[in-house]
């Protein structure tokens, strides 16, 4: 069983930027899809970006230009450098890791509010 931790969420205004991190256990980390969704109430869980283990990375319209998505194999770590926060993007932060269909990680999420 992978474990997926999310930190680095909280209260930002509008115009700031924060840094999301997910480390997952194993030793396989690098053969991972990783991904980053978000929830906002009353509303589906949406990809936001998402780096492939060859390092391609996808983004939603919404957030391209703004967020970064990034691996550091080393350290079992995936991030999300978002700038230029909206309120908008007020969210539930989730990490999702994949290895194929049969083998999909969530984390707990990250609350990122932005508000001024």
């Known amino acids: 069983q992978v474990q997926v931790v999310e930190s680095g969420g909280g209260l930002v205004q509008p115009g700031g930027s924060l840094r999301l991190s997910c480390e997952a256990s194993?030793?396989?980390?690098?053969?991972?899809?990783m991904g980053w969704y978000r929830q906002a109430p009353g509303k589906q869980r949406a990809l936001v970006a998402r780096i492939t283990s060859t390092g391609s990375t996808n983004y939603a319209e919404s957030v391209k230009g703004r967020f970064t998505i990034s691996r550091d194999n080393a350290k079992n770590t995936m991030y999300l450098q978002m700038n230029s926060l909206k309120p908008e993007d007020t969210a539930v932060y989730y990490c999702?890791?994949?290895?194929?269909?049969?083998?999909?990680?969530w984390g707990q999420g990250t609350q990122v509010t932005v508000d001024s």
């Open positions: 999702k890791a994949e290895l194929g269909p049969a083998f999909v990680y």
């Open positions: 194993g030793s396989i980390f690098n053969m991972y899809a």
